[in-house]
Every structure is written in C-alpha cells, then in structure tokens.
C-alpha cells in the first residue's frame, strides 16, 4: 500500500473529492501538469497526524513543500474541511449514529509560536497560546471546533461554540443542530451560559462553583474530555505553528472529519466504491 493509499483511503477520497475547488485555469494551458489532488490530500492528513514540518514531507507523496502549503490554503479559503466535517457528520446523523439527548463543551490549551487568536496562557506561565473549543454529542462525536486566544475565558465563547454546529440531517425530519441538554463545567458557571443555551432551545447542565466538587466530572463531562484527547492525539495540533487562525482552525477541524469518518468506518457507513 502506498503512502497515498494509506493516509487517504479511497472511501475518504470520494467524499472529499466532490467538495474541492476547481483548478485554476492557466493562461493559454502553459506550465506544469497539476499534481494529483489526492496525493496532496494525504501529504496534509501527514502533517496533521505526525505534526512534521511542511518541509520535512517525505518525498514518497511526490509533493514539494510550497504546493502541498499552497494547496492547503486554496482549501482553507474554500471551506472545504468545514464542509468534510459537516458532509461525515450528515452521513452519521442519517445513520441514526449522532444522539442529540446531550452534548458537552470543554476547551484545551495550545502553546503558540505566534499569530493571531494567540495570547497569554493562565495555565503556561504567561506563554502565548490559543485555545480549542470544542462540543461533542453523547457519544463523543466532535460536532464542532473553535479556536480563540489563551486568555480569552471559557464562557465568553459557548455562544459561537454552539452557533458554530451546522444543521446535521437525521434518519427522518428536518436537519438538527441543538442537543436538548448541554453539559459544562464550572468555568461556564455564570448567568450568560445559562441563558445562551435555553435561548437555543437546549437546556444548561453547569457545574456550579462552590457547591459541587471539582473532582468528579459527572457522568456525561467525561466524553468531552476524551474527545479533546482525540484531538490532541493529531500532533500538528499539540502545538501552534500556523501564524494565521483560520490555518490551524482548518486543521482541527480536518482532525474533526477524520474522528468522524473513523466512527463511520467502525458502523460499516462507508464502502469502497459507493459511501453510504
């Protein structure tokens, strides 16, 4: 198996190659033959997962570190790793896999290099870095990702966590994109994460401070938790080295898809030659 095959399977690549971008045209068809999509796509998935340097790409993808970078950024700019992360959470939530009863909210620390988003650390020293929040269903399915500054506190962003979740179509009915109880802890104990969610139409389990011990998760936080760890598992994400948000925002949500479609293939919801 090569390493395009084995980085981008071929049920991966038939979901993804619809929602590519068109090449650009080239003036009176001159220059080189376009390097295969495909191979690009793994080159990225390489990344994401090991956490390499652009430039320490092995050359068995046959792809240069300023083509796989600038095709990366063609993409980032044609949201096509927001739309792989909302096509597999479609293909989930037909199958009846995605349980809407309750989702969680949680957030993780990155140390950054530099960039926008970034800022002081609370719990690194006063370092730059960024935070990833995220919300998950039930059963640990990301259904979304976002990314702010360091010091930017937990409870300022639930609202753009939750609006962030697209409409997710289901076996039957309209598309969904509200649990009906969110769970948090107690970073999100004020009265605007209360309020935010019940606007919504869901309803806010929060942790309250003072009152309920910071020892025990409870019996629903602790997906949330690891599903943040499976997102930190993706190494180009343990750390920040894209100065642009919108760049490490695209791979944590590829890190999202790929988590997805790994639940996919565990439910047989994908075959070779025809992904259901």
Sequence with gaps: MSDVEKRCPEPLWLLVRPLLPDAPQRHQGGGRRRLDDRAVLAAILYVLQTGCAWSALPTSFGISRPTAHRRFTEWVEAEVFTRLHRTLLDLLGTAGAIDWSRASVDSMHVRAVKGDLTGPSPVDQGKPGSKIHAMSERGGIPLTVVVSAANRNDHLELEPVV????????????PRRRPRKLHADKGYDYPVCRKGPRRRGAVARIARRGIESARRLGRHRY?????????????????????????????????CAVICYRRATKLDLLTHNNPK
């Design 163 to 174: 609006d962030a979740v697209g409409p997710v179509r289901g076996p039957v009915g309209r």
């Design 223 to 255: 997906v949330i938790e690891r599903t943040l760890e499976w997102v930190s598992r993706f190494r180009r994400l343990a750390r920040r080295y894209e100065r642009k948000a919108a760049h490490f925002t695209a791979f944590a949500q590829l890190a």
